[in-house]
């Protein structure tokens, strides 16, 4: 693990995140882990530790914070929201960090919107999967084939 050096920090940024709405209470995690145990981003990818990211903004880590790619990976199911003992409301703040991370310039603008859509595109081909699972047909393995494409054709 590397070495924080404190002095380079910027431990206004705990405050800076506690100042806006939804994410008042982010202070009071303690690290117990269970937003991390129950996330299913977490599952799926080894690196996705939520409350790592609240430790680092605690200690001052502000580019380290808002520059990471692991802010874009929360699919905000606020399956941790429900479980936190100390109701830090982790999807909110998530969100609020997607917004710091747009306004201070670590991340263009459109990402968020961008985001979004993924996310619906995710459901949307979730439910054409189960649905060729319970009945496979061709002409609905093309038209997933045809959503993945396109997707993947899009414009940047
Ligand atoms: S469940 Fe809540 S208190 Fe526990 S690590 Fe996650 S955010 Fe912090
Ligand atoms: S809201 Fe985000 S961090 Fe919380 S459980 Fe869902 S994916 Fe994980």
């Not at 994410?23 to 790592?52: H, I, M, Q, W």
């Not at 830090?88 to 459109?110: I, T, W």
């Amino acid at each position: 693990m590397d070495t924080i050096v404190l002095k380079k920090q910027d431990p206004k940024i705990k405050n800076d995140i506690a100042a806006r709405t939804g994410a008042e209470k982010f202070k009071l995690c303690f690290t117990c882990g269970t937003c991390t145990a129950s996330c299913p981003v977490a599952e799926v990818n080894e690196d996705y530790d939520p409350r790592k990211l609240i430790r680092m903004s605690i200690f001052g880590m502000r580019k380290g914070v808002l520059s990471s790619d692991i802010i874009w990976m929360c699919q905000r199911c606020y399956v941790c929201y429900a479980r936190c003992p100390q109701n830090v409301k982790f999807a909110d703040v998530m969100g609020v960090l997607r917004e710091m991370s747009v306004e201070e310039g670590f991340s263009p603008k459109e990402r968020i919107e961008r985001i979004e859509e993924l996310d619906r595109f995710a459901q949307d081909l979730r439910c054409n999967f189960v649905e060729q699972l319970i009945n496979p047909d061709d002409k609905q393995r093309k038209k997933i084939v045809a959503m993945v494409d396109e997707k993947l054709n899009e414009k940047k």
